[in-house]
């Protein structure tokens, strides 16, 4: 075979039209909610990487620290439901350019935090800005991209989350360690201030966007006529989105997922600390492996495989629903950790755990926009996100107390497990197949 014969190495993106085709807008939008995921998470990660100098400046026992960690996903589960509400009101462009304002400012507060009560406000407040990311990237998502290609943007900005501790806890544990805790929080606060500068910049609905090609548009048709600021005619009321069993099998089984999630989140660092004996300059490269492991397997099985997969004829509904099951399933290697205090193999069972509960979480994120229209798919990110971020509260909490009370956060890995069966059971037979939500009766359709 001739060089010019060689086939070329194709990369995920290219596998999808380029500008001779349909256009590409519309994946500078996946690029531009993936670096809003990881700027926020850079914003979550920096306070489990400095429990030590928390501790040194301001006292923070085990217990207290639990609930530093858990204070953030207070408010930002309490406005999970208004902010659904709100991103189907008032439209993404203006709630997201507010929200990254808000969280902006509280990690400037963060840095300046003076005693334990301001630090409480400052991460309550995080969580007041940080909010309807989730549901607004979502949102945008089935705004963007017709059905057959939203794995891959989901998954982009699903895997932010991933890489953002990955790179965020050695990077940010370099900064606490060469110039302290509150440099570290600056720093990221800097960050996020640009992001709302670039977001207020960049983004538009595809109905507002003049620079959309006509093609592009095309290729869009069917979704980009509901990305509308207002409620449509066909927006489903909240009390009927939370009456249906597929909603609440979603809601259900990614709450099991983000249980997980933000035990590894919060408490990674410090468990390679003291579950794994490892100095802290090893300890956040070591907390790092498995979420790089799982960034990676979100991009390429939980959104270009799945996608390829779709687009070469397979039907959608059971590829999704396989990579979902499958995924939890995987998941229940973070239970690894509780048998075993060797390094190597507690950090490979956490890497098949945070790899496979990353398979499945842009499956979970697609769900929106498939289980309603674009116009309620703000509220049920919004139900599923305050699942998810009931469990984010209570996760740090109890791991803090299992650690005090058993000297081991053995207990805390194996519960987290315990969680996951539940959650793999509710995505089989609550949500079950994936596909439309029976449209409601007038009734229950909002004005």
Avoid at 146 to 152: C, S
Wanted: hydrophobic residues 50%.
């Amino acid at each position: 075979m001739s060089a010019a014969q060689v086939p070329r190495k194709e990369s995920p993106i290219s596998r999808y039209p380029t500008n001779g085709g349909t256009g590409l807008r519309r994946w500078r939008i996946a690029w531009l909610l993936a670096l809003g995921v990881m700027i926020s998470y850079l914003d979550r990660v920096n306070i489990s990487v400095a429990q030590q100098a928390l501790h040194h400046a301001f006292g923070l026992t085990t217990v207290a620290f639990g609930y530093l960690l858990g204070a953030y996903s207070w408010t930002y589960a309490m406005l999970q439901l208004p902010s659904g509400v709100l991103l189907d009101r008032f439209g993404l462009r203006r709630v997201g350019v507010v929200s990254s304002f808000i969280w902006s400012a509280a990690t400037f507060a963060t840095a300046a935090a003076q005693g334990v009560v301001s630090l409480f406000s400052s991460r309550l407040l995080l969580g007041v800005g940080e909010s309807p990311i989730f549901p607004l990237s979502a949102a945008a998502v089935g705004y963007w991209f017709p059905e057959k290609e939203r794995g891959l943007p989901t998954a982009m900005f699903d895997a932010a989350a991933k890489f953002s501790p990955a790179v965020g806890i050695p990077f940010v544990g370099l900064l606490l360690i060469h110039f302290g805790w509150r440099f570290s929080f600056a720093f990221t606060g800097v960050l996020s201030l640009l992001y709302f500068a670039i977001f207020a910049r960049i983004y538009r609905n595809p109905s507002d966007d003049v620079h959309l090609s006509a093609a592009e548009r095309a290729h869009i048709q069917g979704v980009e006529k509901l990305a509308t600021a207002s409620s449509s005619p066909s927006s489903y009321s909240l009390g009927y989105l939370l009456r249906q069993r597929k909603v609440l099998g979603a809601m259900i089984g990614f709450a099991t997922y983000n249980y997980s999630f933000y035990l590894l989140l919060t408490w990674l660092p410090s468990y390679t600390v003291a579950g794994l004996h490892l100095t802290l300059a090893h300890a956040v490269w070591a907390a790092s492996v498995p979420w790089f492991f799982a960034g990676i397997i979100d991009i390429f099985v939980g959104g270009w495989l799945v996608d390829a997969l779709i687009r070469a004829g397979h039907d959608a509904a059971r590829i999704r629903r396989t990579v979902l099951l499958l995924g939890m399933v995987c998941g229940l290697g973070v239970a690894g950790p509780a048998f075993t205090h060797h390094p190597v193999p507690a950090l490979l069972s956490l890497c098949v755990g945070i790899g496979g509960l990353s398979a499945a979480a842009p499956v979970g994120w697609t769900l929106p926009g498939i289980l309603v229209p674009n116009s309620s798919t703000g509220k049920v990110g919004g139900i599923m996100n305050f699942g998810s971020q009931i469990s984010a509260i209570i996760a740090p909490v109890i791991t803090g107390y299992l650690a005090s009370w058993t000297h081991s956060f053995a207990a805390a890995f194996e519960l987290a497990a315990f969680l996951l069966m539940l959650g793999t059971l509710s995505y089989a037979f609550l949500l079950g197949k994936i596909e439309r939500i029976d449209a409601p009766q007038i009734e229950a359709i909002e004005a």
